[in-house]
């Protein structure tokens, strides 16, 4: 299991930044070839699920998700249900000197055993996808209106 924290830090208020890391559809601009969609509820309730479907060329990976935390506006964790990846990402909002900071901290492997041995290289990838995505998420928060 490749376990992988990145935190980014926002000028915007915790309010704002909460919005930009837990509105999932926003999720899309965040990862690049990613479409997110909430498939069942509103997105705001352990239960509820997302589906993250990337596509690069003819190849497509759907990541299946359930929220197993939602405690607005401090955090939330999803669980991946997936074939392809398994584990869990918990997503931290808290505020942070006169801005806010996100934390995302993800334990996620291959469904594969045999794709597990590739552990340092899975590291590396993570951490490069999760920093754009938090960084891209602190950014979103600084433009939208309090």
Do not use: C
């Not at 935390?69 to 997503?91: C, F, I, M, N, W």
């Not at 597990?116 to 891209?136: D, K």
């Amino acid at each position: 299991m490749t376990s992988v924290t990145v935190r980014s830090h926002s000028a915007a208020d915790p309010a704002r930044l909460w919005r930009a890391a837990s509105e999932f559809a926003r999720h899309s601009a965040y990862f690049p070839f990613t479409t997110v969609t909430v498939t069942s509820g509103t997105g705001e309730q352990v239960g509820d699920t997302i589906l993250g479907l990337t596509r690069i060329g003819p190849l497509t990976l759907a990541d299946p998700m359930t929220i197993t935390t939602y405690d607005e506006p401090h955090g939330y964790a999803v669980r991946k249900t997936g074939s392809v990846l398994t584990g869990q990402v918990q997503v931290q909002v808290r505020p942070d000197g006169t801005g806010s900071a996100v934390v995302w901290t993800a334990d996620v492997a291959p469904a594969w055993r045999w794709a597990r041995i590739a552990g340092p290289v899975n590291t590396l990838i993570s951490r490069a996808v999760y920093s754009h995505a938090v960084n891209a998420m602190a950014r979103t928060a600084e433009s939208l209106d309090g």
